[in-house]
């Protein structure tokens, strides 16, 4: 029996010993793939880190291109660039006159600008004028003025021109401006605080110093835009201080009254005020003193703008408290504007309509045309020319774009 069973064992033996043999061949043949995709993977990974650093060394070649360009293209304004724009400082060109000097409107280099016009200021020489102005000039975000170009010599600033004016013209219902809708004024009020937070981020700190509504402008679809940030810094203390306007003087924080130092919560106590302008569009004068007798006597909807429509009075409460507490006299009881309005102002973005839409329906459905099928986005069915944004010169003091 043993003798039969022999060469089957020897058969199953040989058998095994062959599939042995095939099996460490697909293992070294394995191993050998192995080896071969992890020498590919390591030379793919040397690849990628090779083409982010050349991707960044071109980033930065291009930063530093356009920074060089800005420099060179659009702060070499010379006196009589300025003086051509305005033609020789016609009256009729002179589109404002302010705390920081006049202002005039013009064309330099085929761009339309607003000239402001700086008091003259000896304690600052050309280069230290040129130098504060061009650190400015790097400060950008979509609801600050830009500042397109410098003049030394005669101590002017030429900003971007925005066409509908300055909020204080709208607040006033002039006859040559349509009221503005609430949600126009709490979306112009999100921009402000926006705006604010990214200057106050900067370093150095900026204070804007001067923040009252005709320095909050308005561009051709009524997105706000503050002007004059940082001016203070460009003039001296004595044209500083000189403020004979009395309703321009309720905006200045009464602690830069007693110190003279401007500081970030001399900006909050300026945007309480402009919050409750927004709210009222009262006159500045007693406008504290107005909404806070309204709210104690639980009759908000009194001082409340009735020509911006009908308010929801649950965030209109809201914004007259958070109004306030900005305009609290101890600078220590106001409210950070990162860390506190934002969190409460912000989120009232969501019931507002766009820019756009607000500009259609307050202008009527009568001779409004349809925006061609192909300027629509299929997403998110809103003009396309809405979604466009120039992208914005990286502060390199800050993380922000």
Request: proline share 5%.
């Amino acid at each position: 029996m043993i003798q039969e069973k022999k060469p089957v064992l020897e058969s199953q033996i040989t058998e095994s010993s062959y599939a042995g043999k095939e099996l460490e061949e697909k293992i070294i043949q394995a191993v050998e793939l192995l080896i071969s995709f992890r020498k590919q993977r390591d030379e793919m990974q040397i690849e990628r880190d090779n083409a982010i650093k050349e991707v960044n060394r071109f980033r930065k070649l291009v930063q530093d291109d356009a920074d060089e360009y800005c420099i060179k293209n659009f702060f070499s304004i010379s006196f009589s660039d300025i003086i051509e724009a305005t033609r020789n400082f016609d009256p009729s060109s002179k589109i404002g006159e302010g705390k920081f000097g006049s202002v005039y409107k013009g064309i330099i280099h085929h761009v339309k600008v607003a000239i402001k016009m700086l008091p003259a200021c000896g304690s600052f020489s050309d280069s230290d004028f040129q130098h504060k102005a061009e650190s400015l000039s790097r400060v950008r975000h979509p609801n600050l003025v830009t500042l397109i170009g410098i003049c030394s010599e005669s101590r002017s600033l030429a900003y971007e021109f925005l066409e509908n004016g300055n909020l204080e013209d709208h607040l006033a219902c002039c006859k040559k401006s349509r009221p503005l809708h609430w949600q126009h004024r709490i979306r112009i009020a999100v921009e402000i605080c926006s705006a604010l937070i990214f200057v106050h981020a900067n370093d150095p700190c900026i204070v804007h110093g001067n923040l009252r509504p005709t320095n909050i402008l308005l561009d051709a679809k009524f997105v706000s835009k503050i002007s004059d940030f940082g001016v203070h810094l460009l003039i001296s203390q004595t044209e500083n201080s000189n403020n004979d306007d009395p309703e321009a003087s309720i905006y200045v924080d009464p602690e830069y009254i007693d110190n003279g130092q401007f500081t970030v919560e001399s900006d909050v106590y300026s945007f309480g005020v402009i919050l409750l302008r927004l709210l009222t569009a009262r006159p500045a004068l007693g406008i504290v003193r107005d909404v806070k007798c309204a709210l104690e006597s639980g009759n908000l909807g009194s001082v409340l703008d009735s020509s911006a429509g009908d308010w929801p009075i649950e965030q209109a409460e809201l914004l007259a408290y958070l109004a306030l507490s900005c305009c609290e006299k101890d600078p220590l009881n106001r409210p950070n504007m990162l860390s506190e309005v934002w969190p409460t102002i912000e989120p009232m973005r969501d019931i507002c309509k766009p820019h756009s839409d607000l500009n259609t329906s307050s202008q009527g459905s009568k001779g409004q045309k349809r925006i061609p099928p192909h300027f629509v986005c299929p997403i998110f069915q809103v003009s396309i020319r809405y979604m466009i944004r120039i992208p914005l010169v990286q502060n390199s003091g800050n993380g922000f774009n």
